[in-house]
């Protein structure tokens, strides 16, 4: 049995983990930290347990298709419960809307909203559906190799409608005139890492994997996911080194001879960096073996970084749901903020989570567990007086456009932000989503999965093929591993 080491135990590192033990590599998954995950992990404390990182559960489709390849169902390590509705935005003081569940329910809300749209909602969400079923069946598990990929008849007989050379913003407003409509169908790019005029409209098929295929939430909180991962990846064998960050890549000519941890060579004979691309490329292989250069990290657009905190409450919050969206401020100027010219925002816009609402499990009986997430510029300097001002901003809107003050009733409190980002995962630019989805770096315009100086290392997640998100990530390290075993194949074929 070949020996593969995967840095990083994210869902990229997992999914290629298991792939490869499937097909008989003897893995081992080398983690920084102490427990699995990643940007998935959790905390628990008082009482409390937290998701640190992902808190929508879209696409399920992709999860299905996972665990499915090694004869399990997501249903047999967590239960899926969707949420309706499935979020709420405040657009004001005196207007907010619950976005509902179920195609029906939402013709009629844009319709109450603007009259004549449920029939432009119909259209968009019949091409959402192309995109969705030709974007993520035949692009996402693309490996972004070669420019010929993208030459399969179907997406060249497809192009126009794949709307890739549109933005998202013109590609809405031909539908849609009314600006709440307009926010409320650009929100799912905003995490893409460029602002929706300069999205290609392909990624509206997000609008069509949140308003037809719904928002799920995994009860007891998303790490069960991760949870599910590990079995899965126990099961077939892969072993697991925590606390175990990999300090170095010893190559030889084009080969990856060993890792370092903790001070010990471990020789492999391949390595999967599920870790932080620039990271891995940039400080833990010879300069002579990188592919790409520093300048060039520095030219990449990366999607944003946040603020978090995670906060535990000593009493029921008021008209909040689960998932809840505060678009009461300028969406563009914010995006500006963060892509155009890079700084902590005048008048942000954020995003608060209460999965308590859903799930009693994750907070004491009477408790909330709340989780306040706003999106900003990467490479920032933080520290913890500018976090203190923004938390205040955050609390002061939830109070003012909710009407329920709990600030007081706060007995546990923990922000995260860049350097925690940087600390725990190396992240480049202290960035929290990875590399921004734009029209120059979509599919082979991405870093490659492969380093043609070091044959037998091969990168995935979300700073490589697809991109971005939970389930991207979880493609990405099935596409790595389907390339590690063709390139593997090809050797022994060469080797007689």
Known sequence: MKKVAVIGSGFAGLAAASCLAKNKYDVTVFEKNASAGGRARKFETDGFVFDMGPSWYWMPDVFEKYFALFGKTPADYYELKRLDPSYRVFFSETDHKDIPAGEKA?????????KGSSV?????????????EIGVNKLVYKPGLSILELADLELLKGAFKLHVFESVTAYVKKYFKDPRLIQLLEFPVLFLGAPADKTPALYTLMNYADMALGTWYPMDGMHKIVEGMVKVAEDLGVKFAFNSEVEKINVSGTKAQSIVVNGIQHEFDYVVAGGDYHHIEQNLLPATHRRYTESYWQNRVMAPSSLIYYLGVCKKVKNLLHHNLFFDRDFGKHAKEIYTSPQWPTDPLFYVSVPSKTDPSVAPEGHENIFLLMPVAPGLQDDETTREKYFNVMMDRIEKLTGDSWRQHIVFKRSYAHSDFVSDYHAFKGNAYGLANTILQTAN?????INKKVKNLFYTGQLTVPGPGVPPSLISGQVVASELMKADDQLAKQNG
């Open 445 to 449: 315009l991405k870093p490659s999965m």
């Open 106 to 114: 939402l013709l009629d809300f844009f319709e109450s909203i603007e």
């Open 120 to 132: 432009h909602l119909t259209q968009f969400l019949k091409e959402g559906k192309y995109k969705y």
